[in-house]
Each structure stands twice: as structure tokens, then as C-alpha cells.
């Protein structure tokens, strides 16, 4: 199975959407994880209701530093603000490095 670390600043909205997504719509082929680099504490209720209302459930997610993941191998991480593409330019790992334009 391949492995997406999906990284933004607060690991509050963007990157737990996507996350979401991943598992949605990819979880037979890929694994995916999201982080912040500066991580909030908590998951944006609007991001809660918007993907509820997709039929992915966030209420149990919690935000997450980037720092749980260092030493893990990851295919792809993709980092999805600029913010977090400027805090973490080199991922220190194996694994392509994209930047979702915002």
C-alpha cells in the first residue's frame, strides 16, 4: 500500500479534508496521514460538517504536528498552503515532494 503524508500550517482544515478524500475515495491503494506545521489543537467544525456531508466522518480526527511523522517513509507528501511548503521545504525522507498550489 502506498503512503501520502498531506501536510498544511494547521492541520485544522485543508489537510484533514484531503486526508479524508484519500480514505474516501483511494483507501484500497493508499494510506494517508495529514499534519501541521504549526498544528491548532483541533479540527475546524466546518470542515467537520462539510465532509459529514459527503459521508466522510472527521469527528474523531485531531490536529497533528508534523513532527509524530519524522522518520516515517511516505510516498508522496504533498503540502497543500504555501505556509507549510515554506515552514518545511525538505522532507527529510524518502518519498516525491509536491506543493498544491493555493
Known amino acids: 500500500m502506498r503512503r501520502v503524508l498531506i501536510l498544511c500550517t494547521g492541520n485544522s482544515c485543508r489537510s484533514q479534508m ?5 480514505h474516501l475515495d483511494l483507501h484500497r491503494e493508499w494510506y494517508a496521514a495529514s499534519a501541521g506545521t504549526r498544528p491548532t489543537g483541533y479540527v475546524h467544525p466546518l470542515a467537520i460538517q462539510v465532509m459529514n456531508e459527503i459521508g466522510v466522518d472527521l469527528g ?43
Open 60 to 102: 474523531d480526527s485531531h490536529s497533528k504536528s508534523v513532527d509524530e511523522f519524522q522518520g516515517q517513509s511516505f510516498d508522496v507528501v504533498i503540502t497543500v498552503c504555501d505556509s507549510a511548503a515554506e515552514d518545511c521545504p525538505v522532507w527529510l525522507g524518502a518519498g516525491l515532494k509536491l506543493h498544491a498550489l493555493s
Open 18 to 22: 484531503a486526508e479524508g478524500l484519500v
